[in-house]
């Protein structure tokens, strides 16, 4: 077996690495959350309409399907997205068998941060679109 592979890294033009090293997805910024920054969180679309479609359910908890159904997301946009939620502590995946449950979390100083930007400006308007 060859000990080079092509590994593709998105938005970068393809790499090698020997194989045994480890690989990462392109998004380095986001192995920790001191190195995504609190613009780079609030910069995201995604984080908007995850958040927006969150605080729309009751007991602000919805399922991942659901989720990706109400917010026009695609699956590894959604996963890439809550991993880094996650990070910060605004959102918390429970498992119960296959399904996975994202739920806000309310306490967060943060998400009370998108609640009241939320609940001052109309940006949900601009996120449908």
């Known amino acids: 077996m060859n000990r080079w592979h092509r590994v593709r890294v998105d938005k970068h033009p393809p790499l090698y690495r020997r194989s045994g090293e480890r690989e990462t997805m392109g998004y380095e910024s ?21 958040i927006t479609v969150l605080l729309d359910s009751p007991a602000c908890i919805l399922n991942i399907s659901a989720l990706i159904s109400r917010t026009g997301l695609s699956h590894s946009t959604m ?6 939620m996650k ?7 429970s498992t119960i068998g296959r399904l996975k449950l994202v739920r806000l979390n309310v306490d967060n100083e943060l998400v009370k941060i998108f609640m009241q930007l939320l609940r001052n400006t109309d940006i949900t308007s601009s996120l449908s679109s």
Do not use: A, G, H, N
């Open 79 to 84: 996963t890439r997205c809550l991993d880094i």
């Open 30 to 50: 986001e192995s920790s959350s001191s190195s995504i920054s609190v613009y780079e969180l609030f910069k995201r679309k995604c984080v908007w309409k995850i």
């Open 87 to 93: 990070k910060f502590d605004i959102v918390e995946v």
